[in-house]
């Protein structure tokens, strides 16, 4: 019975949708239990380590305000990232379809990729000054090369049998690349979103440490220049929670839109 | 219906050109079923291509109904070893996508397409499954998908790559069976590319076997037992060992031209050189 022992036990825990939800609550919770155990625990000062309730009473103190702030951030985000997408999925397509371009576009990608994107921020606030497009930029910076990857993956990895199928049926060529090569290639570029969408909130959080008046970034780095320790984790909180709620929306996107996609994984 | 004059097929190998077919003269009549069967490497799976259009000779002509083959014909319709199912399709679009693809062509309105695909679908025992996705599928109700596809045009010739290979034994026959009633009710030409020589004795009028490397038309087997056919018990059983062992002695022997022992079955690779 050595298979028995190997498989993971499945019952109503990992089956059931409900469990699905309240699991990862629990994950939280415990954590969030630990953290303030210790902080009674070992009595430790809330300028070094604030307790989860400082943090929240911290939030009360001023809500429109870290709301505000939070929705500025969001908006950065969201907006890299969709210029990613617009500017990061048509230069994959267009890679893909010619083994010279790729070749001399890949070094390319992978040096801007390479670069520290803290070491330019300053460099776009020269460029562009302090309004929202630095931001905006550092962001699509951030979400670029992971959708350019995973999208010009996904373009390569038709099967053959499928391509041949489209050939035998006299398909034009607009046909197999939108019929077939694009809807393939969909649930991998949707992996690349996803990535992309959690580098996107850093990208915003980088960009508003520079140059910047407005955002949960400048709020970080003003309670630093305060010792304001509670109100940088409460800034840190809204951007995490912001960050889970843009992943999970779009996963939930992906089953609503590629529902044929859930079994391969 | 299909004629081919000394075709010939030779790719650029990393180590030099290789011979896949050699001097294939073969002309497959209209409705007949033909067979390919040969040892893998053998050139079948090309020679199937060739008459698709999907790939152009080296040398030699192939002709489907009088003319010379250029391209894909829409009258002509390829089926592969894998269902090759798009998997965000439902059964009935699946079905479908031949019509999809080739719109303004039609003869028929789609809604007419839409019958004959729920039709085809319900022949081969899919009825109910319309608005399935193919992962809900085994293999075997996939290639049944695939062959409705591959029907939904009424083919003047069907070309089919080895469909069944992938399947069960059970479902393999299963899927012969009704391949061959299929047949019998429409007039469709039918080229069928095999290993099994069970498969080959059970569906072809006559059967064609190649040699492996390069391919050459070993020698052309007619099958005058009456349809329809069966496999295990059945009134023709000393037919069809009669022209099983011969066929496992075509395929047995060696290029040099000995023959093999009737009926033995070697390990493919013990006979390769």
Sequence with gaps: ?265 | MIRLDGVGQVFDGREGQVTALEKIDLHVRGGEFVTLIGRSGCGKSTLLRLIAGLLPPTSGAVQVAGQPVTGPRRDVSFMFQRPALLPWRSVLSNVMLPVEIDKGQGDRGKAAYRDRARQLLELVGLQGFERRLPHELSGGMQQRVSLCRSLIRDPQVMLMDEPFSALDALTRTELSEELQRIKMELSTTIVFVTHSIEEAVLLADRVVVLTPRPGRMREVVDIDIPRPRSLGQNAHLTEVAAISGRLHALLAEKESGEPGVPGEVRPVDEVRP
Aim: net charge positive; with cysteine.
């Design chain 1, 1 to 265: 019975m050595t298979t028995r022992r190997r498989m993971p036990k499945r019952t109503w825990l990992t089956d059931s949708p409900v469990a699905a939800v309240v699991l990862p609550i629990i994950g939280l919770a415990a954590a969030i239990g630990l953290w303030w155990g210790a902080t009674v625990a070992f009595s430790i000062q809330p300028y070094l380590l604030p307790s989860p309730w400082d943090v929240v009473v911290k939030f009360f103190e001023q809500p429109g305000y870290l709301l505000q702030e939070t929705g500025t951030s969001l908006l950065e985000t969201i907006e890299g990232f969709l210029l990613a997408i617009v500017i990061g999925v048509p230069i994959a397509l267009v890679i893909v379809r010619s083994v010279i371009l790729e070749r001399l576009a890949y070094p390319l990608l992978l040096m801007v990729n390479s670069i520290p994107k803290v070491a330019i921020a300053p460099l776009l606030v020269i460029w562009m000054g302090f309004g929202q497009w630095p931001k905006v930029v550092m962001v699509l910076l951030m979400c670029f090369f992971p959708i350019v990857i995973s999208t010009a993956q996904g373009m390569k990895s038709t099967p053959t049998e499928l391509v041949e199928l489209m050939r035998s049926l006299n398909a034009s060529r607009a046909q197999e690349f939108f019929k077939l090569r694009l809807r393939y290639a969909m649930p991998q570029i949707f992996t690349g979103f996803k990535v992309a969408i959690s580098l996107a909130v850093i990208g915003s959080v980088i960009s508003e440490f520079v140059g910047a008046t407005k955002g949960l970034g400048y709020v970080i780095q003003q309670s630093g220049a305060s010792a304001d320790t509670t109100l940088a984790f409460a800034a840190i909180t809204l951007l995490s929670v912001m960050s889970i709620v843009l992943f999970y929306a779009l996963v939930l996107l992906e089953h609503w839109l590629l529902p044929w996609a859930q079994e391969k994984r």
